[in-house]
């Protein structure tokens, strides 16, 4: 096993000292696993607060900031955080508006902030929550699909109207829009390795690539042999276009992301990019916006997905208000 760490016990911890020493406008509670926002409290605003396994990074501790997350709870490598830490952080950002919890579609994310959430309750605390689940590999019930490239949509969008001061109700509504909004699809060239296991997280021969994949290495629709990057941008587009989203007008222009799973560099996925930005021209959908890098990862898997996000006037205006994070920062 070659990585760059201690050992894979301390690997979480580690990083989290390396984040605290790199960002002193965050403070970064690295044996109590939170992540937080020093002017939190500042201004009234309402509190963003989520969380997830570590090894997507820079989701969750990468957005937090001004115009985005107040706090991040990471847990060990792709394993829930736990309701402990969730309750610290909507304490430590509630400034009297409410805390809004952002959470992916998996299962112990779902009941730990459902249970971080009756406790915060308890306390006087006031909370919503918004369910991201945008992936259309998943082939079942809607309430089925797990939360991945839209997580970022929903918390800028989100975190822009909670720095403009918007109410909770308001807040957790443009949320849910974002989310309803939104679909991806994911795309495998290698497995993962997580620092406990040290060897890939499944088998992917030599010429293949998978279709459909989960952040976590989950499997994915089917295998086929390798092709070129028009051919997936192909696949990965008329799979998003196939599920139409809830919300959001269904012919107006959408937030494209494109996002690295951690092992495949920017020369790729521009050259990716590409050819999603044409088989959207093809299919007649305007893209207002576009996002291309390592944004919601798989560790150290080569790969990529396509987050399409169906927008209007305020979305985008919201979309594009200022941001400082670690990981994304425009307009300030």
């Not at 490239?149 to 109700?169: M, S």
């Amino acid at each position: 096993m070659r990585m760059l760490i201690n050992s894979p016990e301390t690997v979480v911890a580690d990083a989290l000292r390396g984040m605290a020493a790199a960002h002193p406008e965050l403070d970064v509670d690295v044996e109590r696993r939170v992540v937080v926002r020093r002017d939190a409290r500042e201004g009234g605003r309402v509190g963003l607060v989520s969380g997830g396994g570590s090894g997507h990074e820079p989701l969750h501790g990468g957005f937090v900031g001004y115009g985005m997350l107040s706090a991040a709870c990471p847990g060990e490598v792709f394993t829930s955080p736990v309701p402990d830490q969730m309750l610290r952080a909507a304490t430590a950002v509630h400034a009297g508006q409410g805390v809004l919890f952002v959470v992916k579609n998996y299962t112990g994310d779902v009941l730990n902030f459902e249970m971080a959430a009756e406790l915060a309750e308890e306390e006087g605390l006031r909370i919503e929550r918004v369910l991201v689940n945008d992936d259309v590999a998943v082939t079942g019930s809607p309430a089925e699909r797990r939360g991945t490239g839209a997580t970022l949509f929903v918390e800028k969008i989100a975190g822009a109207a909670a720095e403009e001061g918007a109410p909770l109700e308001r807040v957790a509504a443009l949320a849910r829009q974002v989310a309803e909004s939104s679909r991806s699809f994911g795309v495998a060239l290698s497995a993962c390795t997580t620092p406990a296991k040290g060897s890939p997280t499944f088998e992917l021969p030599d010429g293949e690539l998978e279709l459909g994949i989960g952040i976590h290495g989950e499997p994915g629709r089917e295998r086929r042999p390798m092709m070129p990057a028009r051919e997936i941008a192909r696949v990965a587009v008329d799979a998003v276009l196939a599920e139409p989203a809830e919300a959001g007008p269904a012919d107006g222009p959408v937030l494209l992301l494109v996002n690295g799973m951690g092992a495949t560099p920017l020369l790729e996925l521009y050259g990716f990019h590409a050819e999603v930005a044409a088989v959207l021209a093809e299919r007649g959908v305007p893209v207002a916006r576009a996002l291309v890098g390592n944004y919601v990862t798989s560790l150290d898997m080569a790969g990529c997905s396509v987050t399409l996000c169906r927008a209007d006037e305020e979305l985008l205006r919201l979309w594009d208000a200022p941001v400082q994070t670690a990981a994304l920062r425009w307009g300030r």
